[in-house]
């Protein structure tokens, strides 16, 4: 449920925005993109409100028309998320009403105020009355704020189911030997789970208590299947450490990190369901009405599509999908990283438009791979001479055989690759140049395991990622 109407107005101002604003709008805000969003509402609100407030000392039913002008934005936003429930209009309602009660009450406490005028005691009288109103009007603004709270303790619930959750089977993450280099700076191999990168459509984040999660596996299928959680979780639980990153991620980005994640294979679920030969995508949904298309195959060719229920050994995080939520190495997140899943029907591409392909973004979102240094940053003054650079690189589902570096344009200089622990995860490397005094510019690519150089070839990442060098300046001094 929704807890306010800014809150609806925000998110259908998400799922109506072109996907190369929003593109824009990661990139720029990062994390307080949806908080900077809100403000913007806020104060576009107070200012409407106060041109409201001055038309209705004359004209009270062009008042209540800016009013129901208002509340039909917000109801147009919410009926603009993919399943809007019913639940999900009640803060518009409300809104309206609280809206249309405070404004009769105040204007009628300041018409009194403005008739009986001048000084003298029936004056008093007036402003006593109209000050009894406002705070009349901030006692409702209150209690309008305390059902949103009592809404919100949904997610204190299911706070505590989690913290209470033990999963047979999922252990704590170990890390593997080798992975890391000692460089200082250099971005850690293991991501903890509070810093994991986060991007998704919500404002407000599902609370869903395991007992009340189900899935529903159906469509283009011999039989329909639905799992409780404990269905799920008594399955045998895989993990692995998987590397995921987001389609949003300019090159030498952070929206990457790497985490063991626990849960239950998709390719048994969907062989038990029986598909029909002709099905190539399944459409998935999230509690909050997000759908995504993965590409059927990756779901089934024997990498570790699963559906998680666990982080870095601990239930997942509210944040990251609490109870469960899928995860299928060498996709971007936007065509499988479904959080809060409970949706999965197996269809064809050429039946269905999801969330971001509606917004121009490609269909099937296979990675790309990408290469970042970490050590030094662009920009950095470093002492001429050696120059010891760092970082990462990935290519999910294929995996990554060496890491060259250039300087200056000239010839590529192989890395030192740390232990590379899987094809699914990052690895970090590092190379030491020498740089002479003055300004420098390094750049870094990748190589695959099939030989396939990464591109230098710059490319936005609308529709389907970027692509080109990572590239820092640095100046080197005596």
């Given at each position: 449920?929704?807890?306010?109407?800014?809150?609806?107005?925000?998110?259908?101002?998400?799922?109506?925005?072109?996907?190369?604003?929003?593109?824009?709008?990661?990139?720029?805000?990062?994390?307080d993109?949806?908080?900077i969003?809100?403000?913007?509402?806020?104060?576009?609100?107070?200012?409407?409100?106060?041109?409201?407030?001055r038309?209705?000392?004359?004209?009270?039913?062009?008042?209540?028309?800016?009013?129901v002008?208002?509340?039909?934005?917000?109801f147009?936003?919410?009926?603009?998320?993919?399943?809007?429930?019913?639940?999900?209009?009640?803060p518009?309602?409300?809104?309206?009403?609280?809206?249309?009660?405070?404004?009769?009450?105040?204007?009628e406490?300041?018409?009194?105020?403005e008739?009986?005028?001048?000084?003298?005691?029936?004056?008093?009288?007036?402003?006593r009355?109209?000050?009894?109103?406002?705070?009349?009007?901030v006692?409702?603004?209150?209690?309008?704020?305390?059902?949103?709270?009592?809404?919100?303790?949904?997610?204190?619930?299911?706070?505590?189911s989690?913290?209470?959750?033990?999963?047979?089977?999922?252990?704590?993450?170990?890390?593997?030997?080798?992975?890391?280099l000692?460089?200082?700076?250099?971005?850690p191999w293991?991501?903890?789970?509070?810093?994991?990168?986060?991007?998704?459509?919500?404002?407000?984040?599902?609370?869903?208590e395991?007992?009340?999660?189900?899935?529903?596996?159906?469509?283009?299928?011999?039989?329909?299947?639905?799992?409780?959680?404990?269905?799920?979780?008594?399955?045998?639980?895989t993990?692995?450490w998987?590397?995921?990153n987001?389609?949003?991620?300019?090159?030498?980005?952070?929206?990457?990190?790497?985490?063991?994640?626990?849960?239950v294979?998709?390719?048994?679920?969907?062989?038990?369901?029986?598909?029909?030969?002709?099905?190539?995508?399944?459409l998935?949904?999230?509690d909050?009405?997000?759908?995504?298309?993965?590409?059927?195959?990756?779901?089934t060719?024997?990498?570790n599509?699963?559906?998680?229920?666990?982080?870095?050994?601990?239930?997942?995080?509210?944040?990251h999908?609490?109870?469960v939520?899928?995860?299928?190495?060498?996709?971007?997140?936007?065509v499988?990283?479904?959080?809060?899943?409970v949706?999965?029907?197996?269809?064809?591409?050429?039946?269905?438009?999801?969330?971001?392909?509606?917004?121009?973004?490609g269909?099937?979102?296979?990675?790309?791979?990408?290469?970042?240094?970490?050590?030094?940053?662009?920009?950095?003054?470093?002492?001429?001479?050696?120059?010891?650079?760092?970082?990462?690189a990935?290519?999910?589902?294929?995996?990554i055989?060496?890491?060259?570096?250039?300087v200056?344009g000239?010839?590529?200089?192989?890395?030192?690759?740390?232990?590379?622990?899987?094809?699914?995860?990052?690895?970090?490397?590092?190379?030491?140049?020498?740089?002479?005094?003055?300004?420098h510019?390094?750049?870094?690519?990748?190589?695959?395991?099939?030989?396939?150089?990464?591109?230098?070839?710059?490319?936005?990442?609308l529709?389907?990622?970027?692509?080109?060098?990572?590239?820092?300046?640095?100046t080197?001094?005596a």
């Amino acid at each position: 449920m929704r807890e306010s109407p800014v809150v609806a107005v925000a998110e259908g101002v998400t799922a109506l925005t072109p996907g190369s604003v929003v593109k824009w709008a990661i990139n720029t805000f990062d994390r307080d993109d949806k908080k900077i969003l809100v403000a913007g509402i806020l104060v576009l609100l107070a200012i409407i409100f106060a041109l409201i407030g001055r038309v209705a000392r004359r004209h009270w039913w062009i008042a209540v028309g800016g009013y129901v002008v208002l509340a039909a934005v917000a109801f147009l936003a919410v009926a603009a998320k993919p399943t809007p429930a019913l639940i999900d209009y009640v803060p518009v309602v409300v809104g309206l009403l609280c809206w249309v009660i405070v404004l009769a009450v105040l204007a009628e406490g300041l018409r009194r105020w403005e008739v009986v005028g001048g000084p003298g005691p029936v004056s008093a009288h007036a402003r006593r009355q109209f000050l009894v109103s406002v705070g009349g009007a901030v006692a409702l603004a209150a209690a309008a704020g305390l059902v949103g709270r009592v809404a919100g303790s949904a997610r204190r619930r299911a706070e505590a189911s989690r913290r209470l959750l033990r999963i047979e089977g999922v252990t704590a993450p170990a890390v593997p030997d080798g992975v890391s280099l000692p460089v200082p700076g250099v971005t850690p191999w293991a991501t903890p789970s509070e810093p994991f990168y986060l991007i998704d459509t919500t404002f407000i984040k599902p609370t869903i208590e395991p007992a009340e999660w189900s899935i529903r596996i159906h469509g283009m299928v011999d039989r329909e299947i639905t799992l409780t959680y404990r269905d799920l979780v008594a399955r045998e639980i895989t993990q692995d450490w998987i590397t995921l990153n987001c389609v949003s991620n300019p090159v030498g980005g952070d929206l990457v990190g790497n985490a063991w994640w626990s849960g239950v294979r998709l390719a048994p679920l969907l062989a038990e369901a029986g598909l029909h030969p002709d099905a190539d995508a399944v459409l998935q949904t999230s509690d909050d009405g997000w759908t995504c298309g993965t590409p059927l195959a990756a779901l089934t060719d024997g990498r570790n599509a699963m559906l998680a229920v666990a982080m870095n050994g601990e239930p997942l995080p509210i944040e990251h999908g609490f109870p469960v939520r899928t995860i299928v190495p060498g996709l971007y997140g936007y065509v499988s990283a479904t959080k809060w899943v409970v949706d999965m029907e197996v269809t064809r591409f050429d039946r269905f438009t999801a969330y971001w392909t509606a917004k121009g973004w490609g269909e099937r979102g296979p990675v790309k791979i990408a290469s970042r240094i970490d050590v030094p940053r662009s920009g950095d003054e470093v002492p001429a001479g050696d120059l010891v650079c760092a970082g990462v690189a990935w290519f999910q589902h294929t995996g990554i055989s060496a890491v060259q570096v250039q300087v200056d344009g000239g010839a590529w200089q192989d890395a030192e690759l740390a232990q590379v622990a899987s094809a699914d995860t990052w690895v970090q490397w590092r190379r030491t140049v020498r740089v002479e005094e003055g300004e420098h510019q390094v750049r870094v690519r990748a190589v695959d395991r099939d030989g396939t150089v990464q591109t230098g070839v710059v490319a936005d990442v609308l529709p389907d990622g970027a692509t080109g060098w990572h590239t820092i300046d640095v100046t080197a001094q005596a």
